[in-house]
């Protein structure tokens, strides 16, 4: 199957900065990624949609300003945490969708963020 | 709307079979998905079901009807690593996956 990439795993940063997480479709060229933020026990909760060379497409609550989406080409999808607060710690997760498959999403491994 | 249901937690024997129900009301259907996914990591394509009837995967299977939006996964001799959440999706027109709250599955030796 079509492998993703994200880097970081993980990463700890303190209050008011910012932390840029990578999300790479190695094999497979992605029009479109998706990145999801998941709490402790709880479900997958899709903050945005990210196209390629256009806007990403944000779910209501997600502030935009806040979580800067840039998915510059075609393998190549950033998730920008500014001013991080410690209530964004979370598990975040992008996914790509082959667009010559079965429209199924692959996961990259997730980056887990702690806010200190 | 839409709207995708399951139970929220299971539990099963080790060797035993166990079958994780998921409906589902949706405009327009793209198909069915179900993921696994195991505590703290990303979740894993498991299957694809876009027609009516049983896909088997080896010691997993899926089955659909389109017509009573009714799908399920069933898990033939549980190993003990199977123990994880299972999540059914159905895509959107927009191919954005709608997400169900996942099934906790707990195996018991």
């Known amino acids: 199957g079509a492998v993703v990439s994200q880097h970081p795993s993980w990463v700890i940063c303190k209050s008011g900065t910012s932390v840029k997480i990578e999300c790479r479709s190695l094999d497979f060229q992605a029009t479109t990624m998706f990145w999801y933020r998941q709490f402790p026990k709880q479900s997958l909760m899709l903050m945005a949609t990210s196209n390629e060379g256009s806007k990403a497409t944000y779910e209501q609550g997600v502030e935009k300003d806040k979580f800067l989406i840039n998915h510059a080409s075609l393998t190549l999808s950033t998730l920008t945490v500014t001013s991080a607060h410690p209530e964004d710690s979370s598990f975040y997760i992008c996914s790509a969708r082959d667009p010559q498959g079965i429209h199924e999403q692959y996961f990259g491994p997730g980056t887990r963020l702690t806010v200190t | 709307g839409q709207n995708i249901d399951q139970p929220t937690e299971m539990t099963a024997t080790e060797g035993a079979i166990v079958q994780i129900n998921c409906t589902y009301q949706t405009s327009g259907f793209n198909g069915l998905f179900w993921y696994q996914q195991h505590a703290g990591e990303a979740p894993t394509f498991l299957s694809y079901n876009v027609l009516d009837g049983l896909e088997e995967k080896g010691r997993f299977s899926s089955f659909l009807s389109r017509s009573k939006g009714y799908s399920y996964l069933l898990l033939k001799e549980l190993q003990m690593k199977d123990s994880a959440s299972y999540l059914c999706?159905?895509?959107?027109?927009?191919?954005?996956?709608?997400w169900g709250a996942g099934t906790k599955l707990i195996i018991k030796p």
């Open positions: 999706a159905v895509p959107d027109s927009n191919y954005q996956l709608i």
